[in-house]
């Protein structure tokens, strides 16, 4: 793998997460069967959220794009709401990227490259002209449900079309934009029993564009039910992503270190 292919990785994440949370929360929606009831169903998705202070997730990863593919093995550790640290790297003890989120900062490293990136969420979010921010991420990793923008329960319970069928729970929504061309379906499924999100489906069915999140191989984790496969598909008129994340090991509320420097040797990357 070049250099430049671990930029991409984490240039990519961002995209992913504000592409996703970006077509769920800018939008009008309007449904025709939402009633009172999902009152309760938002309460107990919410309530089923991950219970935890600190986590520290092993991984693999498969990524697949129009032009390339690589894998790579590596660490999210997370104290919760505060910090997301990560490390990427091709194999044999060779670190190839670390960085560091906190609400309000982005940091990383490319030891390949001795380059490094220091700023906010501003860079990310102009490229989707939506903000993204640090709960997102969180979101994504511990399959958390999560509204972007939180609107609140009474938003889910007057906008969204939930229907239990015994084994799962399927909420979906047409939604009109005020921008030409777009019209978004969103499609989120969660387990009856666990109130685990399963799947989340976003397509623009004008534009033909669509994301795919799937939560595979559930284990039990301290009395909590964690997804140990996460799928991620996008695909749009000019290429595609797959991406694969495959934990390892997975370990709750046991004391995390997240150490982050920035050499003084490196230099700087900035993007316009």
Not at 147 to 166: E, Q, S, V, W
Request: with cysteine; hydrophobic share 40%; aromatic share 14%.
């Amino acid at each position: 793998m070049n250099k430049m292919n671990y930029m991409k990785i984490v240039i990519s994440m961002f995209l992913i997460v504000a592409h996703s949370f970006y077509l769920l929360g800018q939008t009008n929606q309007i449904s025709s069967c939402a009633d009172s009831s999902n009152l309760a169903l938002y309460d107990s998705l919410v309530i089923h959220n991950p219970a935890f202070k600190t986590a520290d997730l092993r991984f693999e990863m498969d990524y697949e794009g129009t032009s390339n593919s690589f894998n790579v093995i590596g660490s999210f550790k997370i104290i919760r709401d505060s910090v997301i640290w990560f490390t990427f790297s091709p194999g044999l003890g060779i670190e190839a990227v670390r960085g560091i989120l906190t609400p309000d900062s982005v940091k990383f490293v490319n030891r390949l490259s001795n380059t490094y990136f220091k700023g906010n969420y501003a860079y990310p979010s102009s490229l989707l002209g939506t903000q993204i921010n640090y709960r997102m991420f969180q979101a994504l990793l511990i399959d958390e449900f999560f509204l972007f923008p939180d609107t609140g329960r009474n938003h889910f319970a007057t906008k969204y079309c939930c229907k239990d069928t015994g084994s799962i729970i399927v909420c979906s929504l047409d939604t009109l934009t005020n921008l030409p061309k777009v019209k978004y379906t969103n499609q989120i499924i969660a387990n009856s029993l666990t109130y685990k999100p399963l799947f989340v489906h976003i397509s623009n069915t004008v534009q033909q564009q669509y994301f795919k999140i799937t939560y595979e191989n559930f284990t039990a984790i301290k009395q909590q039910k964690v997804p140990f496969t996460i799928l991620i598909v996008a695909q749009s008129v000019t290429g595609g992503i797959n991406c694969k994340i495959n934990y390892k090991r997975v370990i709750f509320n046991e004391p995390v270190t997240v150490p982050f420097a920035i050499p003084e040797s490196y230099t700087r990357l900035m993007f316009e």
